[in-house]
């Protein structure tokens, strides 16, 4: 027993003995080459370094460290190690935590082995430079807790993730002080913060992975400033970005200048709500979109101070609050819109003024108007509306135009129309050409197709038009009848019309009553009928095959023209002149208008010129025609 006790204590002592040798050894100068010479037995040219220091208990400190990699050495200033309490593991060294300081990957990232077979609980680099595929960081620190490597990720592990740099270089955009927290995971990561500058502005935000694509959480971006110039760039980066980015939680756009595909926004604010990047506008469930700007300017034309709500569901998007000052004016609206229809509650336009004098005047109009299969608008008002078209003749402007609508539905079936609900127009002052009105008003209703004007009642400056009508919107054939009475009516306001081989003159007195169906030109040559009389006076006409052209006044008391079933008559009809003998004449079936004809026969003295208003001819029988055998 003493024997056993005896050994016992000899062999702590020798054990003793050994552990005090390596202490001294560890703290003269022989313990870094010694562990230089244990570390090539171990991993032969994987690991080199020129001077090793020890911290009690277990913090080691490598100096000039070089690592072996696949592609070339990497290199570090300074790599510190605490080594776990356990030092082994399944046959892999533990490793608490590792520190790799001070390095430059211009040529690209390393890959070592070495890291994949040590069990490290927490790495972490500090000051790295590098470039790879395209990308440059600078003044790189990241921390990653429990870090897994895999065959998918040689250089970035798996693992609790603290990132920041002092920039990211990506396709010459610099990403500047580059804050990131995240856990990375196969699938499913998250990113509990994350934020960066780029040219002048803020990004900051959270995220969220499913499966492989990502979701933006609490996302802020302020003063963002996209000029057209940048737009190239910001769609190579938005390209980028949706590869990965699929959906909006949540984000903020707050004091930005952004000019994206010909529209312009200054100091814009949107909030953006469960947004699915992956689908159509129209394709999204339960979606939201706020937005409010100092100005907004499309094809040259300017938004003040636009704003609006928008809430997204499947083929269905309700429009919320939207209000804007538009040329001069105000526009106030809210209602909800699918693919093909819009269906607004109120629509209030105010002060509008559109001036149109040059041809980019009207070019910012759509060339084609979205082909609505239903518009409603259940409180329509226009209030003080002024439009003047000086581009294209006949030039015509509306002044104080004003107009209340009541649960009107302008179009149903892709067919525009006055389908139901009664709309009241009115105008201080009109024109289109020469004529011109003041005071103008129509009244109009119709219930279920059936239209009627109730009253059109036209001012002109020397008489008025008056008139009432009903169409049957419901019925293929389109039945239609219209009564109307005009004195004073211009006649060169025709030649807006239709173009005439001599200039008329002359103020016009017209009785018209006419019934027929509009459902394609078919049914109305088949269909007009109807008795249209007339009168002119103080009517002058220009003939321009007189040398000098002559300016010859007449009268006409009676014009009756007559349709029956689309065939129209008007029988000789003298005009009164002095000095020549005229008259007009017309036939026409309007199935086939080409072989008809509508002529102003003018003789005077021995010549006789015939005017064929139809197809705008004059023939000319001279007096030596007639001298002739």
Not at 356 to 363: G, H, K, P, S, Y
Not at 499 to 526: K, N, Q, R, W
Not at 536 to 556: I, K, N, S, W
């Amino acid at each position: 027993m003493k024997k056993l006790f005896a050994l016992g204590i000899g062999a702590i002592g020798v054990l003793l003995a050994t552990t005090l040798i390596v202490f001294a050894i560890m703290h003269t100068r022989y313990f870094t080459p010694s562990v230089q010479w244990l570390t090539q037995q171990l991993w032969p040219d994987q690991l080199t370094f020129s001077q090793l220091e020890y911290h009690y208990p277990n913090h080691f400190t490598l100096h000039e460290v070089t690592l072996k990699t696949e592609s070339q050495p990497a290199n570090f200033e300074q790599v510190d190690i605490w080594f776990n309490k356990t030092l082994l593991n399944d046959n892999k060294l533990v490793i608490d935590s590792l520190l790799l300081d001070g390095a430059n990957f211009a040529q690209g990232l390393p890959s070592t082995p070495l890291l994949q077979h040590i069990q490290i609980n927490q790495i972490a680099v500090h000051n790295i430079d590098f470039s790879q595929n395209g990308l440059i960081a600078r003044g790189v620190n990241l921390q990653i807790k429990n870090p897994v490597w895999s065959q998918s990720t040689p250089y970035l592990p798996f693992g609790q993730i603290q990132l920041s740099a002092d920039q990211f270089y990506w396709r010459g955009e610099a990403f500047n002080q580059v804050l990131v927290d995240a856990d990375y995971k196969p699938k499913n990561s998250t990113v509990y913060g994350t934020s960066f500058k780029w040219r002048g502005s803020d990004f900051s935000g959270q995220g969220e992975q499913f499966d492989t694509q990502w979701s933006l959480v609490n996302t802020t971006i302020s003063h963002l400033n996209l000029t057209p110039d940048l737009e190239p760039i910001s769609q190579q980066i938005w390209e980028a970005v949706s590869n990965y980015v699929t959906h909006i939680n949540s984000l903020d756009i707050l004091n930005s200048q952004i000019s994206w595909a010909g529209i312009e926004m200054e100091n814009l604010a949107a909030s953006i709500e469960n947004l699915d990047l992956t689908h159509s506008i129209w394709q999204q469930s339960g979606g939201y979109l706020s937005l409010n700007a100092d100005s907004i300017t499309w094809r040259e034309q300017q938004l003040i101070e636009p704003s609006f709500k928008l809430d997204l569901s499947q083929n269905s998007i309700s429009v919320s609050d939207f209000a804007s000052e538009v040329l001069q004016g105000d526009i106030q609206l809210s209602g909800t819109m699918t693919p093909d229809s819009v269906h607004l509650k109120r629509l209030n336009i105010q002060g509008v003024k559109w001036f149109a004098e040059t041809q980019n005047d009207i070019a910012w109009l759509p060339k084609q108007w979205p082909q609505l299969a239903d518009l409603t608008i259940d409180h329509l008002e226009l209030n003080n509306i002024q439009f003047i078209q000086l581009v294209n003749k006949p030039f015509w402007q509306f002044s104080g135009l004003t107009a209340e609508g009541k649960q009107t539905r302008l179009i149903r079936n892709h067919q525009w129309g006055l389908w139901n609900g009664e709309l009241t127009i009115s105008a201080n002052s009109a024109s289109i050409g020469e004529l011109i009105s003041t005071q103008g008003v129509i009244e109009m209703h119709s219930t279920d197709g059936q239209w009627q004007l109730e009253r059109a009642f036209i001012p002109l400056e020397k008489g008025y038009i008056d008139a009432t009508a009903n169409w049957d919107f419901t019925q293929p054939s389109s039945p239609w009848s219209l009564t109307a009475h005009a004195d004073g009516l211009p006649v060169p306001f025709i030649n807006y019309f239709y173009s005439l081989p001599i200039e008329l003159d002359g103020i016009t007195e017209v009785d018209f009553h006419a019934t027929g169906m509009a459902g394609d030109y078919s049914m109305l040559a088949h269909s007009l009928s109807g008795e249209l009389n007339a009168s002119v006076r103080e009517g002058t006409m220009a003939l321009e095959e007189h040398h000098p052209t002559t300016v010859q006044p007449f009268e006409v008391d009676h014009i009756k023209v007559t349709a029956d079933r689309g065939r129209l008559n008007l029988n000789p009809t003298p005009i009164k002149s002095h000095g020549l003998q005229a008259n007009l004449v017309a036939k026409l079936d309007l199935v086939d208008p080409k072989s008809g004809r509508f002529d102003l026969n003018i003789t005077q003295g021995c010549e006789h010129i015939r005017y064929d208003l139809l197809n705008n001819q004059i023939t000319d029988q001279s007096c030596e025609e007639d001298k002739q055998p």
